[in-house]
């Protein structure tokens, strides 16, 4: 089903809601499903992803959470609202090819007549999406209203989420994958979000929360292949429940205390994936492990990677101060396949030019560097990058000699991108001279720019852009957010022209760009356009 088949009407609300910036979370949901919009030969076969894929549902306002978070106690606040613009277009699309159901629900003051409305929605399309695979939850509360105590606003709320719990068991009966989100912690959404997961137990393949889940001890995860858990989802520690860790495909101890023990995780070597969230982890889970010998000993010796995970391919490790030891000192086993890590600037300008020099078998290295006011030079990164995510700003000579330096680069993605170091007059090669630019590199595939929104840096990257996208032929994947929408057209035209591969671009959006994804000329053979809030 397309949107052209859906009344004007709810056509325009859909898109003034969701490109206004007080919306914040659909934004943020949409933003992260490039397929939610997806721009075929005329605008008026956008077809929502909802019809494929994904269904979103929402209960309450994030503008009513923020003023009412502002405001404090006072004032009776207004009843959260129920969007029914987009549960109608939702409901309308949905079909039983969906596979995923991502429902946003806002605590309010005043919930439960909001709250009945929101469930009811959902049960008026439940029949149309019982087959989803998938469960997104993302969860915000603030705990009382004005003169409520303590105890009467968690009553309150816990009657709130054994009435979601019980509405979302009900219709999801296949629910095999779970994802939680929650942005205020408080005991009434670890009881929901419990909830659901001893619910979906018996079946669940895979669980990723960033809140604690409190799991009852007799909770059986015996198909868990894919965790990322917080400390508290194992419940009492010293009677976690029953998982089955030998079956994981990816464990993330994601917020795990440096001094909790590791031993419900003993079995955990199955994994071929894991992540920790710091250096520290690293350490004590090896002297947990292995407590006699020296505890940075796994640095230099690969032999506990080998014994401890011998199925290991991809190891994430966040952004800790001492992360330039792991870049100096770590020896990754040779069965290792990928091994991405979030680093702060300073820490990788601290890091020696020869870092990682004994990362053999290691076929792909992700780097994210972030925090730092200074730009980062090329020297301190690590020729073997695969994938590198620059979050300080970079001027455009040295972005250029990045990449230039990088020979196994595959993905670029620049956050602030300046343009202080090179010359006003950037000279885009024509087709005579793109043999020039080719060996500017012959990997990449996909590549993110973004800049400071003055005119000035803008037309810069528009500029940029441009030179970077005749020099990568190998280019699949483009996204420039500052793009203006005057320039989309003849960056499609162009592209789709010089690079046979190119089959996604995405760029900013908003209520007015869709009149300007006109073709007509028929000369675009980009299938799909894609973009992005």
């Known amino acids: 089903m397309h949107l052209r088949d859906l009344p004007n009407d709810i056509l325009h609300q859909v898109f003034k809601e969701a490109t206004r910036p007080t919306f914040g979370l659909v934004r943020h949901q949409w933003k992260h499903s ?79 007549p909001g709250l009945d409305a929101a ?52 219709m999801l009966p296949a629910v095999c994958q779970l994802d939680i989100t929650e942005s205020l912690q408080t005991r009434s959404t670890e009881k929901m979000l419990g909830g659901l997961a001893s619910h979906f ?20 995860l015996r198909r868990l292949r894919r965790a990322a858990i917080s400390c508290s989802s194992v419940g009492d520690r010293r009677q976690p429940p029953r998982m089955d860790l030998t079956t994981l495909v990816s464990l993330e101890m994601a917020r795990w205390p440096a001094n909790h023990s590791w031993a419900p995780l003993a079995a955990g070597s199955g994994s071929t994936d894991i992540v920790f969230p710091s250096l520290e982890h690293l350490n004590v889970w090896y002297r947990e492990r292995d407590a006699e010998e020296d505890a940075e000993t796994w640095l230099w010796d690969e032999t506990p990677w080998r014994i401890h995970f011998p199925k290991l391919k991809t190891m994430t490790v966040a952004s800790d101060h001492n992360t330039c030891l792991l870049l100096r000192c770590m020896v990754l086993p040779p069965h290792m396949d990928k091994m991405h890590m979030d680093v702060p600037a300073p820490v990788l300008l601290s890091t020696p030019k020869t870092s990682l020099p004994h990362a ?16 980062v030079p090329p020297e301190a990164i690590p020729a073997l990058v695969t994938r590198l995510e620059m979050r300080p700003p970079i001027g455009v000579d040295s972005m250029l000699a990045l990449i230039r330096r990088l020979p196994r680069l595959a993905t670029l993605m620049l956050w602030r991108l300046e343009f202080d170091d090179i010359q006003a007059d950037i000279s885009v090669p024509g087709p005579d001279e793109y043999c020039f630019v080719e060996p500017l590199s012959a990997r990449i595939e996909c590549l993110c720019l973004n ?59 908003d209520d007015s760009c869709l009149a300007t994804l006109d073709p007509g000329s028929g000369k675009t053979t980009l299938s799909p356009v894609l973009f992005f809030f």
């Not at 077809?47 to 502002?70: I, K, P, T």
């Not at 053999?360 to 730009?375: A, Y």
Request: glycine share 6%; net charge neutral.
């Open 34 to 112: 490039l397929r939610l919009l997806t721009v075929c030969r005329r605008w008026r076969h956008v077809a929502l992803s909802a019809v494929h894929s994904r269904v979103y549902f929402q209960y309450g306002s994030l503008a009513e959470v923020r003023s009412h978070a502002r405001s404090g106690a006072g004032g009776e606040p207004e009843s959260p609202r129920v969007l029914t613009n987009l549960g109608a277009v939702a409901s309308a699309g949905c079909t039983n090819t969906v596979k995923t159901v991502s429902i946003t629900i806002y605590y309010a003051e005043t919930a439960a």
């Open 451 to 509: 800049a400071r929104q003055e005119k000035q840096s803008v037309d810069m990257l528009v500029a940029v852009a441009k030179y970077l996208m005749l020099g990568v032929p190998t280019l699949a994947d483009f996204r420039a957010p500052c793009i203006p929408r005057a320039a989309i057209m003849e960056f499609v035209d162009a592209y789709s022209a010089w690079h046979p591969h190119l089959s996604d671009i995405a760029f900013a959006l």
């Open 119 to 170: 469930l009811a929605m959902m049960r008026a399309g439940a029949e149309r999406w019982r087959g989803a695979k998938a469960l997104e939850v993302v969860l915000h509360a603030y705990p009382r209203a004005s003169g409520e105590d303590e105890d009467g606003a968690a009553a309150r709320h816990d009657d709130d989420a054994a009435r979601i719990c019980a509405a979302l068991a009900s």
């Open 360 to 375: 053999r078998g290691t076929e792909r290295l992700e780097l994210v560097v972030r925090e730092s006011l200074l730009s």
């Open 201 to 220: 137990a018996g079946q669940l393949c895979g669980i990723h929360s960033q809140a604690p889940i409190a799991l009852p001890p007799d909770c059986t």
